[in-house]
Each structure stands twice: as structure tokens, then as C-alpha cells.
């Protein structure tokens, strides 16, 4: 697996950058392990700020991505702030229907600012 994922513990969710090369590997991967970190630290919401190089992924990549991590996720997270700073076009938002769809809390944001801003406005 060729990512890094650094996490800065904030007063109420953990904000994640992860770095590397953008592969379905990577990013299924990386998800189980901030997925485990939350649960470990006792979070539930998380800023995920995802700055991987390369070809975005594929829409039935990102699907199988997504559907996958909802079943692992399910009643473990109550807020999930993602920002792909390296997104195009409306994959990003595909991605966030299919998880909202299975009851995967995910807000697509374009900035961490406006990631923050979500994360902070109300107790979720």
C-alpha cells in the first residue's frame, strides 16, 4: 500500500489527511483503518481530507468502494466530512448518494473549512 494517513485529534471528531497514490487497494484500505482508529479513540465524526496522486477512480470502483465501507461503518460513525481535494466532475457526489443510500452519514464538501464549519455547526 503506497498511502499515509495523519490524523490531529480535534475536541470532537478526528481530522484525517491521507496522502499517496489514489487506488481502490488505498482507498478501501485506508477507510478500514481510520474506520478503526475512530472506534479505538472513541469518535464519531471524522474529516477525512483526501490528497491522493493519480487517475480518480472508476464509478463502479468508487460504488463497490462505498458499499463495502457502509456495512463495516453501520452504527459506528454519526458524521463523516470528506473533502478529495484532487476531485473532478461528479464522482464525489455519486459517492455521497450511494453512501447516504446505505445509511453511511457522508457530507462531500469542497473545502475543509466548509468540512468544519458542518462538523461543528450542531451535536450530531
Request: glycine share 6%.
Amino acid at each position: 500500500m503506497t498511502y499515509n494517513v495523519t490524523i490531529e485529534q480535534k475536541t470532537t471528531y478526528l481530522h484525517a489527511v491521507v496522502t499517496g497514490q489514489n487506488t481502490k487497494e488505498n482507498v478501501a484500505s485506508y477507510l478500514d483503518d481510520l474506520l478503526r482508529e475512530c472506534v479505538s479513540r472513541g469518535f464519531s465524526k471524522v474529516l477525512i481530507e483526501e490528497r491522493l496522486d493519480g487517475p480518480r477512480l472508476g464509478t463502479s470502483d468508487v460504488f463497490a468502494i462505498v458499499s463495502q465501507a457502509s456495512v463495516r461503518t453501520l452504527g459506528k460513525m454519526k458524521a463523516i466530512a470528506y473533502v478529495d481535494i484532487n476531485a473532478e466532475g461528479g464522482l464525489m457526489r455519486f459517492a455521497e448518494t450511494v453512501a447516504v443510500n446505505r445509511a453511511l452519514p457522508v457530507t462531500v464538501f469542497s473545502s475543509v473549512a466548509d468540512a468544519e464549519k458542518w462538523l461543528l455547526a450542531a451535536e450530531r
